[in-house]
């Protein structure tokens, strides 16, 4: 089964504090995802990568930026985290396109409170 | 631009009652179509998928949905409701014009009355 680990399922930081979330994905994927989640919002796409190194902005990067060392991690980086940015986040990992079963497979979420 | 449209963010059934929940998309090229379950506080897991071929797709815990060209739709049914089934629910499209990203509704909250 794959299996997509997120560091931490709950995080409280206070405003200003730099904040790191990571994700892991143990099926060899290319592409990694970040969303956020919010009442009645839905899922928001903030960052996407389709290989090492490589990103995208998605919907909602503002205040966010992302590292791709290695294929199977991708990280999520609050640089100074706002009050506004107290959400759900959820990682997802993905095939490419037409190279196998289409479908994203989800972490757990990490649920952060910014202070 | 893709789009997906989840009408009602609530419904409510009771238990043993026919599950319907809409999932109306837009797409200018065949669409890959998903829907997805949360329950509280865990991420989102697969329920079925419609890539190719029949547009009847049966999912995990006896729910289907039907792609409907012509309608531009993706229903999701499940004959009889179970306690079980009280979580949100999200309709996802992608195609190939969308660069390997997914679209997601806004998600329908389900509530099944005993």
């Known amino acids: 089964d794959v299996k997509v680990t997120q560091s931490s399922r709950y995080l409280v930081k206070r405003t200003g504090e730099k904040v790191f979330l990571e994700c892991v994905q143990d099926?060899?994927?290319?592409?990694m995802f970040w969303y956020r989640q919010d009442p009645g919002l839905g899922l928001r796409l903030i960052y996407f990568?389709?290989?090492?190194?490589?990103?995208e902005k998605g919907d909602i990067p503002e205040g966010y930026s992302v590292s791709r060392e290695k294929k199977e991690r991708f990280s999520l980086i609050l640089e100074s985290a706002s009050t506004n940015q107290t959400s759900m986040y959820l990682c997802?990992?993905?095939?490419?396109?037409?190279?196998?079963?289409?479908?994203?497979?989800f972490g757990p979420g990490t649920r952060l409170t910014v202070t | 631009a893709q789009s997906v449209t989840q009408l009602g963010s609530h419904v409510s059934v009771s238990e043993g009652a026919l599950v319907l929940l809409r999932c109306n998309y837009s797409?200018?090229?065949?669409?890959?179509l998903f829907w997805y379950v949360q329950y509280p506080n865990q991420g989102l897991q697969l329920l079925l998928k419609?890539?190719?071929?029949?547009?009847l797709v049966k999912g995990i815990n006896g729910f289907e949905a039907e792609f409907k060209k012509s309608e531009t739709s993706f229903h999701l049914t499940k004959p009889s409701a179970h306690m079980s089934d009280a979580a949100e629910y999200f309709c996802?499209?992608?195609?190939?014009?969308?660069?390997?990203?997914?679209?997601f509704g806004t998600g329908t909250s389900l509530t099944v009355i005993p």
């Open positions: 419609y890539t190719t071929g029949a547009t």
């Open positions: 099926m060899d994927h290319e592409n």
């Open positions: 997802a990992s993905s095939l490419l396109l037409g190279q196998g079963a289409y479908e994203q497979y």
């Open positions: 990568s389709y290989d090492v190194k490589m990103k």
């Open positions: 797409s200018s090229v065949p669409p890959y």
């Open positions: 996802a499209v992608s195609d190939l014009n969308t660069g390997n990203q997914f679209y």
